[in-house]
């Protein structure tokens, strides 16, 4: 699990395709002192597994499933990536609770200055804009940020300068792709309100007293108005 702070930005070494996964080496200025084999490390937001380190580098095994879902089947030797070590029990949760299993790709439909910030339009996949709420927490490319507002299939977002300093939205461009994670407790919601109206539905019975959740059981305890 992550927060969604980037430690430091990495440097492709190489991607090597092996049939449908491929192994991708980094270069970074993080410690990996204490990183042990097998441990997570998020890759632009991708949680992957290092197989392998050596000096200021690391290998990790990319699967099919993430290639398909995600930037890293694009990258290529000497761009950036963000890069954060997973969360251990006592760190500081400075964003949000970030999985590392990305939902889709998105796409930079603008960057707009405003002061000293730079406010960022995404194109999402549909069905994702479901998930993102105004003031709600969102992950691209591993990066924890706040909803400005959202609309059909896009969203919006501030870059403030130190997270452009520090991460590979600096320099990322219009058109350019990003990965997607969208809040994993929106989802869990989600799936308990269809549990819910799917006991009601089987059971002829209300779903609250069938130990599920809708709407209705939310807006009378006032998770909603």
Same mark, same amino acid.
């Given at each position: 699990?992550?927060?969604?702070?980037?430690?430091?930005?990495?440097?492709?070494?190489?991607?090597?395709? !092996?049939?449908?996964?491929?192994?991708? *080496?980094? +270069?970074?200025? =993080? /410690?990996?002192?204490? %990183?042990?084999? @097998?441990?997570?490390?998020?890759?632009?937001?991708?949680?992957?597994?290092?197989?392998?380190?050596?000096?200021?580098?690391?290998?990790?095994?990319?699967?099919?499933?993430?290639?398909?879902?995600?930037?890293?089947?694009?990258?290529?030797?000497?761009?950036?990536?963000?890069?954060?070590?997973?969360?251990?029990?006592?760190?500081?949760?400075?964003?949000?609770?970030?999985?590392?299993?990305?939902?889709?790709?998105?796409?930079?439909?603008?960057?707009?200055?405003?002061? !000293?910030?730079?406010?960022?339009?995404? *194109?999402? +996949?549909?069905? =994702? /804009?479901?998930?993102? %709420?105004?003031? @709600?927490?969102?992950?691209?490319?591993?990066?924890?940020?706040?909803?400005?507002?959202?609309?059909?299939?896009?969203?919006?977002?501030?870059?403030?300068?130190?997270?452009?300093?520090?991460?590979?939205?600096?320099?990322?461009?219009?058109?350019?792709?990003?990965?997607?994670?969208?809040?994993?407790?929106?989802?869990?919601?989600?799936?308990?309100?269809?549990?819910?109206?799917?006991?009601?539905?089987?059971?002829?019975?209300?779903?609250?007293?069938?130990?599920?959740?809708?709407?209705?059981?939310?807006?009378?305890?006032?998770?909603?108005?």
């Amino acid at each position: 699990m992550f927060t969604g702070i980037v430690a430091a930005m990495g440097t492709v070494r190489r991607l090597i395709r !092996r049939g449908e996964d491929a192994m991708l *080496e980094v +270069d970074t200025s =993080l /410690d990996l002192g204490d %990183v042990r084999i @097998g441990d997570s490390i998020a890759v632009n937001g991708a949680c992957l597994t290092v197989t392998d380190k050596s000096g200021d580098a690391f290998t990790a095994d990319v699967s099919a499933e993430t290639l398909s879902r995600t930037t890293l089947k694009i990258v290529r030797t000497g761009d950036r990536v963000n890069l954060e070590l997973s969360l251990r029990v006592g760190d500081r949760l400075g964003g949000h609770i970030v999985l590392g299993h990305v939902d889709g790709v998105g796409k930079i439909l603008e960057k707009t200055p405003r002061s !000293r910030s730079v406010v960022f339009g995404f *194109e999402i +996949d549909p069905g =994702l /804009d479901r998930y993102i %709420v105004a003031k @709600g927490s969102i992950t691209v490319d591993g990066i924890s940020l706040t909803v400005n507002r959202c609309e059909k299939n896009r969203f919006y977002v501030n870059i403030i300068p130190h997270t452009a300093a520090g991460t590979t939205l600096g320099f990322k461009a219009v058109s350019d792709s990003v990965n997607i994670e969208t809040d994993i407790l929106a989802r869990h919601l989600e799936k308990l309100i269809f549990a819910g109206k799917e006991m009601e539905s089987t059971a002829g019975a209300k779903a609250g007293s069938a130990g599920g959740v809708d709407l209705d059981l939310l807006a009378r305890h006032g998770f909603l108005k």
